[in-house]
């Protein structure tokens, strides 16, 4: 069974439409993220949630909202679609606290390609 | 703040090359250290990790030491092979952070 499965895998759209990425987790994490995947393979976090409650959003564009229905479940939605938002965006978890070292699980990507 | 530096790709080697990629972090606690791997057209794989200083992971041959004293976590393996072509990632996770911050990532071709 696929720990961090996140679909569609592959998304070809159209500059303006709207478009969701779904995750689900089945490691029992409490702790999700998004992370963007540029062209020059430069990984950036973009959310982070733990128990349902966002706790890091860096300095994404309000067109990128995340929502989580549960802990196990992190989607993203993108409004809008512009040709920069053509990446591959990651899905990730893991189980806090991060003091400890917690490895973060990621899934296979999403590749979002706008034209 | 946080950041990891990874020497520059691409490296190229002969199958059964020694393999150093180079990796260096500045943190402002205890973080943990992590090596990535993603292969061509997939996800991102956990290699190896360590968690404290003179910590040593280690995974499919690879290897990296945590040394504190010179901030590094370089990523080793003894002979590669033509499957060990693909993109490797250093990071790190800072004491109290949740996010993962990672270096620029160094592709590896492997040539038979």
């Known amino acids: 069974d696929t720990a961090v499965s996140q679909t569609p895998k592959y998304l070809v759209t159209q500059m303006g439409n709207d478009k969701s990425i779904k995750c689900e987790q089945n490691l029992g994490h409490d702790t999700m993220y998004w992370y963007k995947q540029d062209s020059k393979k430069f990984l950036k976090i973009m959310f982070s949630?733990?128990?349902?409650?966002?706790?890091i959003n860096e300095t994404v564009p309000n067109r990128f909202s995340p929502k989580s229905p549960d802990k196990a479940h992190l989607n993203l939605h993108i409004n809008s679609l512009e040709l920069g938002d053509s990446a591959v965006y990651f899905c990730?978890?893991?189980?806090?606290?991060?003091?400890?070292?917690?490895?973060?699980?990621f899934g296979e990507g999403s590749w979002l390609t706008v034209v | 703040g946080n950041s990891v530096t990874q020497m520059e790709g691409p490296v190229t080697l002969s199958e059964e090359a020694f393999l150093t990629i180079n990796c260096t972090y500045t943190a402002t606690g205890y973080p943990s250290l992590f090596w990535y791997v993603q292969y061509p057209g997939e996800g991102l794989q956990l290699l190896l990790k360590?968690?404290?200083?003179?910590d040593k992971g280690s995974n499919k041959g690879f290897e990296a030491t945590y040394r504190k004293e010179t901030t590094s976590f370089h990523l080793e393996k003894g002979s590669v092979q033509v499957s060990d072509s693909a993109v490797y990632f250093c990071a790190l996770r800072d004491t109290g952070f949740q996010k993962l911050v990672f270096g620029t990532g160094t592709r590896l071709l492997v040539s038979p």
């Open positions: 949630y733990n128990n349902k409650e966002l706790i």
């Open positions: 990730a978890s893991s189980q806090e606290p991060a003091s400890s070292g917690n490895t973060i699980y």
């Open positions: 360590a968690t404290k200083a003179d």
